[in-house]
């Protein structure tokens, strides 16, 4: 479906559209990425009846993005998740409908209960309308789960494990687990599974955890995380002498990595560097993504 979007000169969404919803896509455009998979010699797979189950109308799913950044949807996980969505799906006799909203107050016309079975949710809706989205079915993906939606989210242990995994891999013995969002139960529990797993090879892990909660997703901008992250740093890792202080350091997500990086900078240290030479480099980071 990339290719195909990149072929035509047009989005993953429109192709989803022309091969399960022609009727929403003008005559040009359905022309452009019909022209696109002849090129590429893409067949659509054939799909099979939907299910013959009562709660089963429409056969349509739908999967709405939420005021996601432009450079998110282009990441190779998103599009690989995407595409298995859709693949699953398909293989049940169901079609996805794939709808980019960039404001969280308003509801594409084509999601809404009476034109779809259910829907797949990315990023957080607007209180105005959650009703909607809860009379449809409305299953959440990625991120913290919020109340009224069922949500699918990480599986924080086994990402825990992994980390763990992945630095000592690396060859570090000294590291750190570092969350400014100490009410994130996702993020706390990819501390109490990164340390376990550390603590089964014999390496002990610094937890640097905020000391008090903050609630309300709204407060964790990128300026936020850097004040905490900043405090945290300093308290347990720039207090340390040099040789003790961690060469390995896991965060819970993206933004936490992205902020660490500047706190780092702003002290004189490259992070996410293989090199050895000095002893005040931070040498990994790990984090989801």
Excluded at 28 to 46: C, F, Q
Excluded at 78 to 86: G, I, M, P, Q, R
Excluded at 143 to 155: A, E, H, I, N, S
Excluded at 189 to 203: I, L, T
Aim: charged share 20%; net charge positive.
């Amino acid at each position: 479906m990339r290719r195909i979007a990149q072929q035509a000169g047009v989005s993953i969404g429109t192709v989803s559209n022309v091969l399960n919803s022609p009727s929403s896509v003008s005559v040009a455009t359905s022309a452009k990425v019909l022209d696109a998979m002849k090129t590429l010699g893409y067949k659509p797979k054939a799909r099979r009846r939907p299910y013959k189950d009562p709660g089963i109308r429409t056969g349509l799913v739908g999967l709405l993005c939420i005021d996601m950044p432009v450079e998110v949807l282009q990441l190779p996980f998103f599009l690989k998740f995407v595409a298995s969505l859709e693949s699953q799906l398909a293989s049940r006799g169901l079609q996805m409908i794939l709808a980019q909203q960039p404001d969280p107050q308003v509801l594409p016309a084509n999601i809404c209960a009476d034109r779809m079975d259910g829907a797949f949710l990315i990023n957080y809706p607007a209180a105005r309308i959650v009703p909607a989205l809860q009379r449809l079915h409305t299953v959440g993906v990625f991120g913290l789960p919020q109340r009224g939606f069922d949500w699918v989210t990480t599986d924080a242990s086994e990402h825990g494990r992994l980390a763990g995994e992945y630095l000592l891999g690396r060859g570090h013995r000294r590291l750190a687990f570092l969350n400014p969002q100490r009410a994130h139960d996702t993020f706390a529990e990819f501390g109490r599974s990164f340390q376990k797993s550390v603590a089964s090879h014999g390496v002990d892990s610094l937890m640097l955890e905020a000391p008090e909660a903050c609630c309300g997703t709204s407060l964790w901008t990128q300026q936020r995380y850097r004040q905490i992250l900043e405090k945290l740093l300093q308290q347990g890792f720039f207090a340390l002498p040099v040789q003790e202080r961690p060469t390995g350091m896991y965060v819970a997500n993206d933004q936490i990595a992205l902020a660490t990086y500047q706190v780092l900078a702003e002290h004189g240290l490259r992070g996410g560097s293989t090199s050895k030479s000095s002893p005040m480099t931070m040498r990994s980071l790990f984090w989801p993504g």
